[in-house]
């Protein structure tokens, strides 16, 4: 039992105010159990705006004197190891957060997404399916509306489709009734200590659940297996080889892995009562999400694929893998998380020579980092000191080929060294291709 389920808390600070601790701070203000305490928003933007009777301490000191609250809410960017956290939580403030909230508060049944890459689409389609087969259906988390803000929407008859990050997933002492875990690979190495608690963090989404709960895992990953090996819920693999309801073909999204991702949409859906005329229907009509391989223009023969929401090497290739003959230029790069880039040349080099010598575009910190990694790979790279820059050069080098060639920015990197985050990185990206002539 927590210190907010006995005594009322005194003093509240949230770490972090972005878009989930600002609902967070909404709902806390008005809830019986803390609209008394005192408000306190701890972040390192000297400049943010609170509301009116809400404390501040930002800059160079927002994570001093931790040890004087009673609860600290960590934002999920905030790392949960982080040094000052640890000594606080040593000293026994409790740290919590808007996700561990939700699952305290919700009365609908909780659908949980995790995966290093593919939740967002795979959580979008397992909404999209449950509410077309007449279920009330919520879809938040690490996407769409913070889960804070649709606690009042939701009742006993209600699923909560969650996507949720292995920040969010870090510090929850409850798990969802029915958990779904993608392939897991290494990423996220500049904000978790090691690849042990990034995989630990992940394994969280069903660690609490018990045997009348479902647990939907990824054959295909190693990881996944493991984490589903010591479960102690009803266990369902997902397998699409063995899958037959639609080939991936069918679909109007690109790439084996997102024939995976849908895979797993339809194997819980179906699992949950959804017809199977309207699983196929939702997964084959469905085009995907803003900055996963979406198509952005054809010009000159030139096609340009927006694949920004691509932080990972992994998730790269899959790119890559993505398109049945040649990606002719790779747009890639940014602030990197301490991750290893074999898994990208291992792609280019199985691919690209087959097909021939493919362009990279390298921009951002680590683009030295990715040039380095590719060398002897069947890939030529060349260096952009901004995004218009590779656009630019990319398009006039595709240009010289006489069949139609693919342009797919797919950054396998963070965002943050150049813009405010994936989606402003796709958007940008999206504005310098519309106005090539």
């Known amino acids: 039992m927590t210190m907010a389920e006995t005594t009322p808390p005194k003093k509240i600070a949230l ?70 956290l640890r000594r606080a939580r040593e000293a026994g403030v409790e740290i919590s957060s808007a996700t561990a909230i939700f699952f305290e508060r919700c009365r609908a049944k909780i659908l949980g997404v995790t995966g290093t890459k593919g939740k967002g689409t795979t959580s979008t389609l397992i909404h999209k399916m449950l509410r077309a087969g007449g279920k009330r259906a919520i879809l938040a988390g690490n996407i769409g509306t913070p889960m804070i803000d649709l606690l009042p ?35 996220h190495q500049d904000s978790h200590a090691d690849l042990k608690e990034y995989y630990a963090a992940k394994a969280n989404i069903t660690r609490h659940q018990t045997r009348q709960d479902l647990l939907f895992y990824a ?10 090996a010591r479960s102690r819920a009803r266990k369902v693999a997902i397998a699409p080889k063995k899958f037959t309801l639609f080939r991936p073909e069918d679909l109007a999204i690109r790439g ?97 020579c087959r097909a021939g010598s493919m362009l990279v575009v390298l921009i951002g910190e680590n683009r030295q980092k990715i040039r380095k990694a590719l060398a002897s790979a069947c ?37 943050f060294d150049m813009f405010l985050n994936y989606a402003d990185r796709g958007e940008q990206f999206r504005k310098i291709v519309h106005r090539l002539t």
């Open 219 to 228: 054959q295909t990953s190693p990881v996944t297996r493991r984490i589903a």
């Open 153 to 187: 929407k939701l009742d006993r008859r209600a699923w909560a489709v969650l996507e949720l990050s292995s920040f969010q997933l870090q510090d929850l002492t409850r798990s969802p009734h029915v958990a779904l875990v993608l392939d897991i690979f290494p990423d």
């Open 256 to 352: 084996e892995h997102n024939f995976r991702n849908a895979v797993a949409a339809a194997t819980v859906a179906l699992h949950l009562g959804v017809p199977t005329r309207i699983v196929r229907e939702v997964a084959t009509r469905f085009r995907g999400l803003p900055h996963r391989l979406e198509f952005v223009r054809r010009i000159d023969g030139v096609s340009f694929w927006n694949d920004s929401a691509s932080t990972n090497p992994h998730t790269s290739s899959a790119a890559i893998l993505a398109f049945p003959g040649a990606v002719n230029v790779l747009i890639a790069g940014g602030q990197d998380k301490n991750l290893d880039y074999a898994p990208l040349k291992k792609t280019l080099t199985s691919k690209g």
């Open 15 to 84: 770490l972090g105010y972005g878009r989930e601790n600002k609902s967070l701070l909404r709902f806390l203000r008005r809830d019986k159990k803390f609209r008394q305490a005192e408000f306190w928003v701890l972040d390192e933007n000297p400049s943010v705006t609170v509301p009116k009777g809400v404390r501040t301490q930002t800059g160079k000191i927002y994570l001093s004197g931790l040890t004087q609250f009673d609860i600290i809410f960590r934002t999920p960017g905030i790392p949960y190891n982080l040094p000052a």
């Open 379 to 415: 890939a030529i790279t060349q260096m952009a000191n901004d995004l218009k820059s590779a656009v630019d050069y990319a398009y006039h080098a595709a240009r010289m080929t006489r069949n139609r060639a693919n342009v797919v920015f797919s950054p396998g990197a963070a965002s």
